[in-house]
């Protein structure tokens, strides 16, 4: 409590110094009010700091302890600055962002502030191109900074290094900037997903060699359906340059064109982690696949953008490999079952060909009463369909077909002699066969 | 073709050879045909396993794909 009329004292008689030097303007004198701990001296401070100088007159030549050796603003400014940023190590600060804006060429300049205080800051480009978002007005960040003096103003500036939110602002407006963005150009949009492969020759995967991920996918598939090839294209999946290097991973898939589908992800891990999937050239490069493309980022709660991109998105990389291949004997099951089917219909527009047949041959006997030319005409029709008819059903039961060479059906031992050439049909193919010789059934006994 | 399309042809072969009276020429013809869709299915589903293999850039910008523990 002792200090308290010490400050006041101090305060008002740099209030007084002020006024009596700026011949009052009240602004100036509230700015100084919020630094009266770091009060001007009094106007007379040379009188007295002559009279209290500790060295012989004969010395005063150094630089600024006599007014003859005066030294310049900048001088003082610049040596100020030297020995601040000697002194003190780069620092974490909290505190508002007030006041933000960016230069053309990609610098931001702020306040940071608090109740009591404030300080000017200043982000270079090359920094702030590191940080995940500029941050919002009124916005509380903490940010590593290394003190310094903007010698131009006489101004206490942080050189910031880095800013992060104690809460998800910065990520989750990072994250909002580019969703926001991909979303108008459609990227996202569901018509733009395409089917997966019923059976994949070979399913890509871009991740890291040695995480956990491809193990899981590998073993999924070579379990599910061991025919399909898995290849691997590596890519850092997390920290510096991750990004890129999955960008590059992708468009090696791409142009190498041989896989039919992608897996994209890795096995879980924190936001920062995951965050090269946020990244727009990441979602661009997904997006940009000409196969389909499934993420398997393995983090149930944040949905990252290549998650929106994808064709498809599996929760974890064991369920993209199972969305990605078939189980191999549920695919031969489903072949064997329609083999079946095709013989059955088969069979069956055989049975229905010949009900027909029937049908017509009644409606024949029944046009009996018309001229003998049409009725003649009309048995030979039906017979001409019936003869055709026969093939198809025995075909079906794995017997063949006879033709000669022009495709004309062989119907008579006459039709050929030894020597002559003709073809056998069979359900997959014809046999191009030669007749040695020929024999007649006896017609009496059907020998 | 691939896979998948040899399969859908299949099914729409069965289909149209349960679902619809056509004339005989018609039907065996596609009963030939997905007999061959049939074999050619089948022949896929019973290839050799796959190894696991790496995408690689050579030096020339030729990618290749090489077995993984080689």
């Not at chain 1, 500790?54 to 600024?64: I, L, V």
Request: glycine letters at 6%; charged letters at 25%.
């Amino acid at each position: 409590m002792n200090s308290r009329p010490a400050r006041s004292a101090s305060r008002s008689s740099a209030a007084a110094a002020s006024e009596s030097r700026t011949a009052g303007t009240p602004n100036e004198s509230d700015a100084l009010a919020l630094f009266d701990d770091f009060a001007p001296p009094p106007v007379q401070e040379p009188a007295r700091s002559q009279g209290r100088a500790r060295r012989p007159a004969s010395q005063s030549d150094e630089p600024g302890l006599s007014p003859e050796f005066a030294i310049s603003v900048a001088t003082l400014t610049l040596a100020t600055r030297d020995i601040l940023e000697g002194a003190v190590e780069p620092l974490w600060i909290r505190g508002e962002v007030v006041g933000f804006k960016e230069h053309r060429k990609g610098h931001w300049y702020f306040t940071l502030k608090d109740a009591d205080a404030q300080i000017r800051c200043v982000m270079w480009a090359t920094d702030a191109r590191r940080a995940l978002a500029s941050p919002d007005e009124g916005m509380t960040i903490t940010a590593l900074g290394k003190l310094t003096v903007f010698p131009a103003r006489g101004e206490l500036q942080l050189r910031i290094l880095r800013i992060e939110t104690s809460g998800d602002g910065l990520w989750q407006k990072a994250f909002e900037k580019v969703r926001k963005k991909l979303e108008a150009e459609g990227l996202f949009s569901a018509e733009r997903k395409r089917p997966l492969p019923m059976l994949p020759g070979c399913v890509a995967v871009v991740t890291s060699t040695d995480g956990a991920a491809l193990h899981d996918i590998v073993s999924v598939v070579h379990r599910r359906c061991p025919i399909t090839r898995v290849v691997v294209a590596h890519a850092s999946v997390q920290g510096e340059g991750a990004a890129a290097s999955i960008v590059t991973a992708l468009h090696r898939v791409a142009r190498w064109g041989q896989a039919d589908v992608v897996i994209l992800g890795r096995g879980g891990g924190s936001r920062e982690d995951l965050w090269a999937f946020n990244d727009e050239r990441v979602v661009r490069a997904a997006a940009g696949m000409p196969i389909p493309v499934i993420s398997a980022v393995g983090h149930e709660v944040d949905v990252t953008l290549c998650d929106l991109s994808a064709d498809l998105r599996a929760a974890t990389p064991s369920a993209a490999a199972e969305a990605a291949v078939p189980r191999l004997t549920d695919l031969v099951r489903h072949i064997k079952s329609l083999g079946a089917e095709l013989r059955d219909a088969a069979v069956a527009q055989v049975e229905s060909a010949r009900e027909r047949l029937a049908d017509a041959g009644v409606a024949a006997w029944r046009a009996a009463s018309h001229p003998i030319e049409r009725r003649r005409l009309a048995l030979e029709g039906i017979a001409g369909r019936l003869h055709a008819l026969s093939p198809l059903a025995t075909l079906a039961r794995g017997y063949a077909v006879l033709t000669s060479v022009d495709g004309s059906p062989l119907t008579s031992v006459e039709s050929v002699t030894a020597g002559d050439a003709f073809v056998a049909r069979l359900p997959d193919g014809r046999i191009h066969a030669r007749t040695e010789r020929t024999e007649s059934l006896d017609k009496e006994t059907g020998e | 073709m691939s896979f998948e399309k040899k399969v859908q042809r299949l099914e729409e072969i069965v289909r149209a050879l349960e679902s619809k009276d056509m004339s005989l020429d018609k039907g065996l013809k596609l009963f030939e045909e997905g007999i061959a869709c049939l074999r050619d299915a089948s022949t896929e589903l019973t290839k050799a396993e796959a190894a696991v293999q790496v995408l690689r850039e050579r030096t020339d910008g030729i990618l290749e794909a090489t077995d993984l523990r080689a």
